[in-house]
């Protein structure tokens, strides 16, 4: 593990900006003083005509957005989570969501990993607020590779989505030839028939490294990375549910309203198997450095794999 390259996915938004800006002059990247640490510094240098910056005023820059989208222009809002989709829920429900404009919203600083910052900064809530806005599109990507993807893949699509990136780098696990980026689309990393482990974001490489711990104890677990929360990949979920019987969910989010919470939905439908949640168990985050709170919420391999046994007695 030690030679596996790391990237943040905030910083796979910027490139991936610059890349995507380079095939069409339509987009533009809009900023609230935050191009630095959003990593859209890099396009705000490529294309510094494309860029805006609207200064600490979240609300206005996703209103400017919605505006700029009625013109054929393709924006892209970018602010951490926390203000990007809580300080301008607001704008996104009423300027974004209800006229469904062809806005992209590009939420960095996500969940506890944004660590030392501590709990007003990490937003466990954004996926929740965001799925509830009728036709906004939900990603969450795992690593750089499927963050570039899923930029590409907005850009592409017509209508609101929300992108989630985190602070902290993750390991790159999508490197592979036959990867395939689908919105709406989930992918199964590892076949298993004791337990499906659904996993999205940064929590996708730490339930793969909790297949591995189980293995070594004669568990035989499924691993499926759900970038796209909204819309689910229901087909995939039921066909792996109706294989194990048992399901755990694994996000760096409340386990209120987010990935969990879409599969419990489809489950409780079919009711083809049990569920297990793991996430931010209804309370708010702490100061500390990522790994210490990936470890303390349950979120690395060890705590994965401890709820995972836990599950299956």
């Not at 069409?24 to 510094?41: E, M, R, S």
């Not at 793969?208 to 711990?213: D, F, P, T």
């Amino acid at each position: 593990m030690a030679d596996t390259v790391k990237i943040a996915t905030r910083e796979s938004y910027g490139n991936a900006l610059v890349e995507v800006g380079k095939l069409n002059d339509k987009i533009y990247v809009l900023d609230a003083d935050l191009a630095g640490a959003t990593k859209t510094g890099t396009f705000k240098k490529a294309f510094p005509e494309r860029h805006i910056d609207c200064g600490i005023a979240e609300a206005n820059m996703v209103g400017i957005a919605a505006g700029l989208s009625t013109t054929g222009i393709i924006p892209f809002c970018s602010s951490f989570a926390m203000f990007a989709a809580g300080r301008a829920f607001e704008q996104v429900r009423n300027s974004v969501g209800y006229p469904h404009l062809n806005v992209k919203i590009g939420a960095t600083h996500a969940g506890v990993t944004v660590g030392e910052d501590g709990a007003t900064h990490q937003c466990n809530e954004d996926i929740a607020l965001m799925r509830t806005i009728p036709g906004m599109v939900v990603i969450v990507p795992s690593d750089d590779i499927e963050a570039k993807a899923a930029v590409k893949a907005a850009a592409e699509y017509v209508g609101p989505v929300y992108m989630r990136f985190g602070r902290s780098a993750v390991p790159v696990i999508n490197d592979n030839a036959d990867y395939k980026f689908e919105i709406g689309k989930g992918i199964c990393l590892k076949e298993g028939k004791d337990v499906t482990i659904i996993a999205t974001g940064v929590c996708v490489c730490e339930a793969l490294a909790a297949a591995e711990a189980l293995a070594k104890d004669g568990i035989d677990a499924e691993v499926i990375n759900i970038h796209t929360i909204k819309p689910l990949d229901k087909d995939l979920v039921l066909a792996s549910a109706k294989k194990t019987g048992k399901v755990v969910t694994v996000e760096e989010h409340s386990v209120i309203g987010g990935l969990g919470s879409a599969v419990a939905d489809v489950l409780a439908e079919t009711g083809v198997a049990t569920i297990k949640k793991i996430g931010v168990q209804d309370v708010f985050g702490e100061s500390g450095t990522a790994g210490q709170l990936l470890h303390k919420f349950k979120l690395d391999a060890e705590g994965i794999t401890e709820g995972v046994k836990e599950f299956l007695k």
